[in-house]
């Protein structure tokens, strides 16, 4: 890491975010971060229940029920990994906002 790293990083949160504290400057930066990974997730998740023309919890019946068919169950653990991570980018998403809330 840069020796200065810290001076350069509170120096660069000063300019790109004046009215924000430190916190708050890396709080709205994760909240972006998160936001974008949210729109990633569920657009995948649109994706598949496009393709299976069902939401995910049929899907996943169909799969726990019988014998998937090839390329199914590569499919269910992507689409359950989009539903999980827009899941959990939603709880980011509001433990940060709470952060940038003004009181």
């Known amino acids: 890491m840069v020796p200065n790293a810290e001076a350069i990083l509170a120096d660069s949160a000063k300019r790109l975010f004046p009215s924000l504290s430190k916190d708050e400057a890396l709080a709205a930066l994760l909240l972006e971060r998160a936001q974008r990974n949210l729109i990633k997730y569920q ?44 899941a959990d980018m939603t709880l980011e998403i509001g433990g940060l906002s709470e952060i940038l809330e003004p009181n």
């Open 43 to 86: 657009s995948q998740a649109r994706q598949y229940e496009a393709k299976y023309q069902r939401p995910f919890d049929e899907f996943r019946q169909t799969i726990v029920d019988g014998e998937p068919a090839e390329g199914e169950e590569q499919d269910y653990f992507d689409w359950e990994l989009a539903v999980t991570g827009a």
